[in-house]
């Protein structure tokens, strides 16, 4: 195994899971394991707490007269469940045909490690950078980065920078070096519909009071018509559609047709609102997403009640012009409105983020292109990214810079689900791609 995979295969042990409270020391290890790591390649480097999770600073010799390059990402993971689906344990990372299978391998380790080996590589060879470079690594991605924004306004001058890069999308097909220039934003919530007291014999009291999770149920299929289209009042009053040329361009990306949609998934058939491709639909149309739901009981065999309660978690994917706390407001008027008799609702408001979209063939976006010809030796295809980051928009409210986005994840690298992976190949052009990208923002 060469030393770099040794590297990942470290940082991929860590069970950084921000989102469990049992995992608070790993992901702190995690950390401290990035500033040894940072520290060692002869980087000044500095571990900022925060209200939660600390936050990474790395930095060359700033030198007048060179361009600022800030390149962000995050330690932290989603969690492992259901645990059972792994072919591996999660935080036990193996190649296999090609890939390094492990929870954070794609998400986002396996990148922003890539970006790392890539400085260090640099220095070894040259000595120094063509930039001035800042690291910035979070550990609060996964819940929403609640602590990054603050970090950003109480520390402009050590942030301070010209353009700032992430690998923490997706390309998308295998060899296709792609460049995002928007990503989706995020509004979540979550519904608790109580009924009884507690949960009552079905046989006893059924067809007498209201049973939450048929409330539930109900309560879910009002967000959508039989086409996809959601239901919400207002809900699409500010989307910015899409644009001719965008469609057209579209059009011609390899790896994002129907079919291919149909074939990552395994869905039997597409379903989504209609006029539009999979592709549009997921990169440029807003969505409402059911994330979980539950009430009664779920184990073997059948037990008669009626549960005294039941929940749902939504999600919600937001475009350009569209604003989070705007959505939840309308999301928290259809609950309202559409909650059914006989149950008690309480509205629970989760994490949020704006979307992001700038324009690619800018000078900096020229010069992304260029470094993905160089890492893939093939032309690159632009896109908007269907997922959230939802610091990027933040990063250009509060520093005043705009984000590259450039992903090096496959649309199979099961991203948040079970078996995640990325492959070997994508993580040695990731190591590529920084040594070119530096190079073409110091011209």
Not at 190 to 219: K, Q, W, Y
Not at 295 to 313: F, H, L, N, R, W
Request: hydrophobic share 40%; charged share 20%.
């Amino acid at each position: 195994m060469t030393p770099e995979l040794e590297d990942l295969f470290a940082f991929l042990r860590f069970p950084s899971i921000s989102t469990d409270s049992r995992n608070a020391g790993d992901v702190r290890a995690c950390a401290d394991w990035l500033v040894a790591k940072l520290t060692g390649m002869g980087l000044t480097t500095t571990l900022h707490p925060t209200e939660g999770y600390p936050v990474v600073v790395a930095k060359n010799e700033h030198q007048p007269g060179r361009r600022t390059v800030l390149i962000y990402g995050h330690y932290d993971v989603q969690p492992v469940d259901p645990l059972a689906l792994w072919t591996t344990p999660p935080f036990e990372p193996e190649i296999r045909g090609g890939k390094i299978w492990a929870r954070g391998s794609s998400d986002n380790k396996g990148q922003m490690l890539s970006h790392i080996l890539g400085v260090e590589k640099t220095l070894k060879e040259k000595g120094e950078l063509p930039v001035n470079l800042t690291f910035l690594f979070e550990g609060e991605e996964e819940i929403g980065s609640p602590n990054l924004a603050p970090f950003l306004r109480a520390n402009l001058d050590l942030l301070k920078c010209d353009v700032i890069a992430i690998s923490d999308t997706g390309m998308v097909a295998p060899g296709v070096p792609t460049l995002g220039y928007g990503l989706r934003g995020i509004a979540c919530c979550e519904v608790i519909l109580r009924g009884p007291a507690r949960d009552l014999h079905s046989g006893l009291f059924g067809g007498a009071v209201a049973n939450p999770t048929t409330a539930i149920a109900r309560l879910v299929a009002s967000l959508h018509d039989e086409h996809g289209k959601v239901m919400i009042e207002g809900f699409y009053d500010h989307v910015k559609p899409l644009e001719a040329w965008e469609r057209e361009m579209w059009a011609k990306v390899p790896g994002v047709s129907d079919e291919d949609y149909l074939k990552v998934t395994g869905s039997g058939s597409l379903f989504g609102e209609q006029g539009y491709t999979a592709a549009e639909r997921a990169w440029a149309r807003p969505t409402a997403e059911i994330n979980g739901i539950g009430g009664g009981y779920q184990g073997e065999g059948s037990k008669t009640v009626i549960p005294a309660e039941a929940m749902a978690k939504f999600s919600f994917r937001l475009v350009p012009n569209q604003d989070p706390a705007t959505i939840l407001e309308l999301v928290k008027a259809h609950i309202d409105k559409h909650c059914p008799p006989g149950v008690s609702l309480l509205y629970i408001g989760g994490h949020d983020g704006k979307p992001y979209h700038t324009d690619p063939s800018g000078p900096f976006g020229q010069a992304a292109q260029r470094a993905l010809r160089v890492a893939f030796d093939a032309e690159p295809v632009l896109i908007r990214e269907g997922g959230s980051i939802p610091i990027v928009q933040a990063f250009r409210e509060i520093l005043g810079a705009d984000t590259l986005l450039l992903g090096l994840a496959l649309a199979d690298a099961q991203i948040h689900s079970p078996d995640e992976n990325f492959p070997v190949e994508n993580f040695e052009a990731g190591i590529r791609l920084n040594q070119a990208l530096l190079e073409e923002l110091a011209k």
